[in-house]
């Protein structure tokens, strides 16, 4: 099972919490959006799903161009403590795939 990843948020405020988009190392090319869905959804807060894109800042394919979808994460009003949420996205492994594949990501969040 995959560790959480762990984000520290201002209180009041929308934060972006992280981002998921596919990429070949090998070709250094985006591929296709995976498809987003809340699976846990969080006690303290909301999450939203926007469209991002920007330079890769790190490894092989650095300064190559990705899209993807951003997690934005905003508490409650006034809230400040510990919330957590999961989610479920799908994508095509590689372009013209014939199954797409299932997978989710936890998100640990720390309201400051």
Not at 21 to 31: A, N
Not at 69 to 94: A, M
Request: hydrophobic share 25%.
């Amino acid at each position: 099972m995959a560790t959480a990843k762990q984000v520290k948020v201002p209180a009041n405020k929308t934060t972006y919490v992280g981002v998921h988009g596919t990429f070949s190392s090998d070709t250094c090319s985006g591929g296709t959006i995976p498809k987003l869905s809340l699976g846990r959804k969080p006690k303290h807060g909301k999450v939203t799903f926007k469209p991002v894109g920007g330079k890769l800042s790190e490894g092989p394919c650095k300064g190559s161009y990705m899209r993807g979808t951003g997690v934005f994460y905003r508490p409650n009003s006034g809230y400040r403590g510990s919330d957590s949420f999961s989610v479920e996205y799908q994508y095509n492994y590689f372009e013209g795939a014939a199954k797409l594949t299932h997978t989710s990501r936890s998100y640990r969040i720390e309201v400051q």
